[in-house]
């Protein structure tokens, strides 16, 4: 996508931005600076007064080096100032380098900072690096010239995908968080199934999907939406820790929703080299069978514990809340032809905002103010300049892989130590995903990870678009499992649970995400690259397989109304034979696995289990009437 595309054609701006990099450093120039003036240096109270001064003279030099290599966009081109910038030029890049990674320490935080700079000094040093991590040396001027003027550093994939593609996204949420989007969601969930067993939990997945699938934020999400949805569960019977287990699971899924999927989906469509709605359409399946497998628990739950729906007349009704809201469904749906039909997706969130903002002002209820429209651009320039700064930290990263060549001698090392296992690269990228996503944000180690782990996944065999989700999906599981379950902790803080016990309780409710990417990695028809039919088989085992594994989960089986959760050895028996059965028959054929592994051997193993479960359930089910 060319600068030119980018702004319409417009004839004004053609004639300042003629080069892609051009609007690149504009958008850094423009961003960058707000770094240092929204973002204190130090996370103290009272910060003494040379900060002031300190951050204005960090402003004010952002600004004049980015204008300087925006002046200089053609040269650096046309001179390849990447390998080799003039001696007058190397104060620019020394200094951007610089301010890059004090952005990222501000922003970001100590971990991806000293990643960033660890990382973007290694080529200096990668002669004499040991051999796994060796590579070629180049001098501190090349570094820092490399770093900061070619498009394979700083202004890299990360950077490009988000000034391609993610800020219109971005723009889009915000402005649906600020005109009452939220509440809207709330309130439209409450009314559907605010009445249905277990209703407020069911409402919070309705929600929280749909708000999580806008933000592209989890903790965002939890602590807007859990605000209500939370007290909502704990007052209609659900204890502290699963009510926010449940926040927490829902927060994340959202984000894995399309058509959305936060600001990684787009950089992966980035480094896929896919129009985005491909990435969206790949990620709807996924999606659905991981919410309606936490469905599926909360119903089980709900029914073992007979918890009832709230009062209708404590309800909103569902014509009053479409009447007031109407807009955002409206808009909503404009996004989704604009991506999927029309496949306009560089312009879709700027024109769905648009009319978003526009219909606003004809609401009575939501009609902002000049106070609200200061608000709104706030927001969004301080989101806008997080995003940024973090994918910039990460594309130091990246820069110092390619310059010195260290990602191809990392693959070649997995895929050695793997030994041809696709079974085990599958579950050294699983763990890899996973530790890394509790250091990092989830973009920075999905971007980390799809240069150093992708590759040996696809040349095992592995199709790249199911490659490039699994490693997504296993980077948001931190935001659920212990020790770190940052969205289940701040869940927890909201309903007054454990934060340690509220993990372990989303862990157990969200255990279909564990599954879920080993599905759609071994069988593409999950994404939509297989037949109907194909497909439709794999969602009814899929299906079949989460009803069996939330029975074992939540010590009921729907269907039966039988509750397993008495400590009797029989009970504990049935219910790990449900949820092995269960893995069982949703696995889809996994014969590059083991070639005993197909669709029938695992079914008609899993149906046999199930039937030896269900004697056993009903046996003990009749000893126990009896004893009475």
Same mark, same amino acid.
């Given at each position: 996508?060319? *600068?030119?595309?980018?702004?319409?054609?417009?004839?004004?701006?053609?004639?300042?931005?003629?080069?892609?990099?051009?609007?690149?450093?504009?958008?850094?120039?423009?961003?960058?600076?707000?770094?240092?003036?929204?973002?204190?240096?130090?996370? !103290?109270?009272?910060?003494?007064?040379?900060?002031?001064?300190?951050?204005?003279?960090?402003? &004010?030099?952002?600004?004049? +080096?980015?204008?300087?290599?925006?002046?200089?966009?053609?040269? %650096?081109?046309?001179?390849?100032?990447?390998?080799?910038?003039?001696?007058?030029?190397?104060?620019? =890049?020394?200094?951007?380098?610089?301010?890059?990674?004090?952005?990222?320490?501000?922003?970001?935080?100590?971990?991806?900072? =000293?990643?960033?700079?660890?990382?973007?000094?290694?080529?200096?040093?990668?002669?004499?690096?040991?051999?796994?991590?060796?590579?070629?040396?180049?001098?501190?001027?090349?570094?820092?010239?490399?770093?900061?003027?070619?498009?394979?550093?700083?202004?890299?994939?990360?950077?490009?995908?988000?000034?391609?593609?993610?800020?219109?996204?971005?723009?889009?949420?915000?402005?649906?968080?600020?005109?009452?989007?939220?509440?809207?969601?709330?309130?439209?969930?409450?009314?559907?199934?605010?009445?249905?067993?277990?209703?407020?939990?069911?409402?919070?997945?309705?929600?929280?999907?749909?708000?999580?699938?806008?933000?592209?934020?989890?903790?965002?999400?939890?602590? !807007?939406?859990?605000?209500?949805?939370?007290?909502?569960?704990?007052?209609?019977?659900?204890?502290?820790?699963?009510?926010?287990?449940?926040?927490? =699971?829902?927060?994340?899924?959202?984000?894995?929703?399309?058509?959305?999927?936060?600001?990684?989906?787009?950089?992966?469509?980035?480094?896929?080299?896919?129009?985005?709605?491909?990435?969206?359409?790949?990620?709807?399946?996924?999606?659905?069978?991981?919410?309606?497998?936490?469905?599926?628990?909360?119903?089980?739950?709900?029914?073992?514990?007979?918890?009832?729906?709230?009062?209708?007349?404590?309800?909103?009704? %569902?014509?009053?809340?479409?009447?007031?809201?109407?807009?955002?469904?409206?808009?909503?749906?404009?996004?989704?032809?604009?991506?999927?039909?029309?496949?306009?997706?560089? %312009?879709?969130?700027?024109?769905? @905002?648009?009319?978003?903002?526009?219909?606003?002002?004809?609401?009575? &209820?939501?009609?902002?103010?000049?106070?609200? &429209?200061?608000?709104?651009?706030?927001?969004?320039?301080?989101?806008?300049?997080?995003?940024?700064?973090?994918?910039?930290?990460?594309?130091?990263?990246?820069? *110092?892989?390619?310059?010195?060549?260290?990602?191809?001698?990392?693959?070649?090392?997995?895929?050695?130590?793997?030994?041809? @296992?696709?079974?085990?690269?599958?579950?050294?990228?699983?763990?890899?995903?996973?530790?890394?996503?509790?250091?990092?944000?989830?973009?920075?180690?999905?971007?980390?990870?799809?240069?150093?782990? *992708?590759?040996?996944?696809?040349?095992?065999?592995?199709?790249?678009?199911?490659?490039?989700?699994?490693?997504?999906?296993?980077?948001?599981?931190?935001?659920?499992?212990?020790?770190?379950?940052?969205? *289940?902790?701040?869940?927890? @803080?909201?309903?007054?649970?454990?934060?340690?016990?509220?993990?372990?309780?989303?862990?157990?409710?969200?255990?279909?995400?564990?599954?879920?990417?080993?599905?759609? +990695?071994?069988?593409?028809?999950?994404?939509?690259?297989?037949?109907?039919?194909?497909?439709?088989?794999?969602?009814?085992?899929?299906?079949?397989?989460?009803?069996?594994?939330?029975?074992?989960?939540?010590?009921?089986?729907?269907?039966?109304?039988?509750?397993?959760?008495?400590?009797?050895?029989?009970?504990?028996?049935?219910?790990?034979?449900?949820?092995?059965?269960? +893995?069982? %028959?949703?696995?889809?054929?996994?014969?590059?696995?083991?070639?005993?592994? !197909?669709?029938?051997?695992?079914?008609?193993?899993?149906?046999?289990?199930?039937?030896?479960?269900?004697?056993?359930?009903?046996?003990?089910?009749?000893?126990?009437?009896?004893?009475?």
């Amino acid at each position: 996508m060319d *600068a030119q595309r980018l702004f319409g054609g417009a004839q004004y701006f053609s004639a300042f931005i003629t080069l892609e990099t051009h609007y690149f450093y504009a958008l850094l120039g423009l961003l960058l600076p707000l770094a240092f003036l929204l973002f204190p240096p130090l996370k !103290t109270a009272g910060l003494p007064s040379w900060t002031f001064a300190l951050d204005l003279v960090l402003m &004010i030099t952002s600004v004049i +080096v980015c204008g300087y290599l925006f002046n200089n966009a053609s040269l %650096i081109l046309d001179e390849g100032w990447e390998f080799g910038a003039p001696d007058s030029a190397l104060w620019a =890049c020394y200094l951007l380098w610089i301010l890059a990674l004090e952005a990222t320490r501000r922003i970001a935080g100590t971990a991806l900072f =000293c990643l960033a700079a660890l990382f973007s000094i290694y080529p200096v040093f990668a002669g004499s690096m040991p051999g796994p991590i060796s590579g070629m040396s180049t001098s501190f001027a090349d570094t820092a010239a490399y770093h900061t003027t070619s498009i394979e550093s700083l202004l890299g994939i990360p950077f490009r995908a988000f000034a391609n593609l993610v800020i219109g996204f971005l723009v889009f949420g915000v402005a649906l968080q600020r005109t009452g989007g939220g509440k809207f969601f709330i309130d439209l969930a409450f009314a559907l199934l605010g009445q249905v067993r277990g209703g407020p939990a069911k409402v919070a997945i309705l929600s929280s999907g749909l708000m999580g699938s806008m933000s592209g934020s989890v903790i965002t999400n939890v602590m !807007t939406t859990g605000q209500l949805t939370i007290p909502a569960m704990q007052k209609s019977g659900f204890r502290a820790d699963y009510a926010a287990g449940v926040e927490a =699971c829902a927060s994340t899924g959202g984000v894995l929703l399309p058509p959305v999927m936060g600001s990684t989906a787009f950089v992966m469509a980035t480094f896929l080299g896919v129009p985005y709605y491909q990435v969206a359409l790949a990620g709807l399946i996924p999606a659905l069978l991981y919410f309606t497998g936490l469905f599926i628990q909360i119903d089980a739950y709900a029914a073992r514990e007979q918890l009832a729906g709230l009062p209708k007349d404590s309800l909103p009704g %569902i014509r009053q809340t479409l009447s007031d809201g109407w807009f955002y469904l409206f808009a909503f749906a404009m996004l989704v032809v604009l991506l999927v039909v029309l496949q306009r997706e560089a %312009i879709a969130p700027y024109i769905a @905002s648009a009319l978003l903002l526009l219909l606003n002002q004809f609401s009575r &209820i939501h009609r902002w103010s000049f106070t609200d &429209i200061y608000d709104f651009l706030l927001a969004t320039g301080k989101l806008l300049v997080e995003i940024l700064v973090i994918l910039s930290g990460v594309g130091l990263i990246v820069g *110092a892989l390619s310059m010195t060549g260290l990602a191809g001698t990392l693959v070649n090392e997995l895929l050695f130590l793997a030994g041809g @296992s696709v079974a085990l690269l599958l579950l050294m990228g699983a763990l890899t995903s996973f530790v890394l996503g509790i250091g990092m944000t989830v973009t920075a180690a999905y971007i980390f990870l799809a240069i150093i782990l *992708a590759p040996a996944l696809i040349q095992g065999g592995l199709d790249p678009m199911s490659v490039h989700l699994f490693i997504l999906y296993w980077g948001m599981l931190s935001f659920i499992t212990p020790p770190v379950a940052l969205g *289940a902790f701040a869940a927890a @803080s909201i309903a007054g649970a454990t934060p340690m016990r509220t993990g372990f309780t989303a862990m157990g409710l969200g255990s279909v995400i564990y599954f879920i990417p080993f599905f759609f +990695v071994l069988d593409t028809g999950f994404i939509l690259q297989a037949g109907l039919l194909h497909t439709i088989n794999l969602i009814l085992q899929a299906l079949a397989g989460m009803w069996l594994i939330a029975g074992a989960m939540q010590a009921y089986l729907a269907g039966f109304a039988t509750s397993m959760d008495s400590t009797a050895n029989t009970y504990l028996l049935v219910r790990i034979g449900f949820g092995v059965s269960g +893995v069982l %028959i949703a696995m889809p054929d996994a014969q590059m696995l083991h070639p005993y592994l !197909t669709d029938i051997t695992m079914a008609t193993s899993g149906g046999a289990i199930v039937l030896i479960c269900l004697a056993l359930l009903k046996l003990t089910a009749q000893s126990s009437t009896e004893a009475h």
